[in-house]
């Protein structure tokens, strides 16, 4: 967060060349913010900002927070989610007091936003967005910063446990259905797929997300 105070200002000829100082965040006022879309999280404990001689205001609170997302899972595992991170500070009002923005575009974010994303997990970060509007609330407007960030889902292994035995036992299926196999041979080996498919939709019960309210094209197959 970075803001500025006009009353925090200095010459620093008058004080040992001394431009900036190291102070406690409750020394002077700090904007309050607020995640709308946060569930639970963990602090930082870093409780200090940088103050300059001009009276700008520097404070870095690194923390990690658990976001809900609504989940889109039609396409799975082929999907693309979007999940928005919406900061907000609702005590002040944005049209007299506080409107928040962006010192980064949305390219320079990105870029930075990769360097620190896990490229060997089952997600692939491929965009961002900021969009920053006002709030209409019954107290006010209020203003708003919303970052889209968008992952796509990595599919190589759900296709090599899933997909292919799954097309695999059908293929079989079809094979055998119209075979020269006798009729006991062909009851056989559809009981063997039948139960094959059983186990295939319970590992796929355990693999498919939940929490969407379209189920995936897999799954209602």
Request: with cysteine.
């Amino acid at each position: 967060q970075e803001w500025k105070n006009t009353l925090a200002t200095w010459d620093p000829r008058d004080f040992c060349n001394i431009s900036k100082v190291i102070l406690p965040m409750d020394t002077y006022w700090s904007p309050p913010i607020f995640i709308l879309e946060r569930v639970n999280g963990q602090n930082s404990n870093l409780e200090s900002m940088v103050v300059m001689h001009n009276g700008s205001f520097d404070s870095t609170q690194p923390f990690q927070v658990t976001l809900t997302c609504s989940l889109r899972i039609l396409k799975f595992p082929f999907d693309t989610q979007t999940c928005n991170l919406s900061i907000a500070s609702f005590p002040y009002p944005a049209v007299t007091d506080l409107v928040m923005k962006t010192r980064r575009t949305s390219a320079e974010m990105m870029k930075d936003s990769q360097s620190y994303f896990l490229t060997d997990g089952e997600w692939q970060f491929t965009n961002l967005s900021i969009t920053e509007y006002i709030e209409e609330l019954d107290e006010g407007e209020f203003s708003v910063v919303t970052y889209a960030i968008s992952i796509k889902r990595r599919p190589t292994l759900y296709i090599l446990n899933l997909i292919l035995p799954t097309c695999a036992l059908y293929l079989l299926d079809m094979a055998v259905l119209f075979g020269p196999s006798s009729l006991e041979e062909k009851i056989n080996f559809q009981i063997a797929v039948i139960l094959g498919s059983s186990m295939l939709a319970v590992i796929l019960n355990d693999i498919l997300p939940t929490s969407s309210n379209k189920p995936p094209i897999i799954g209602t197959h």
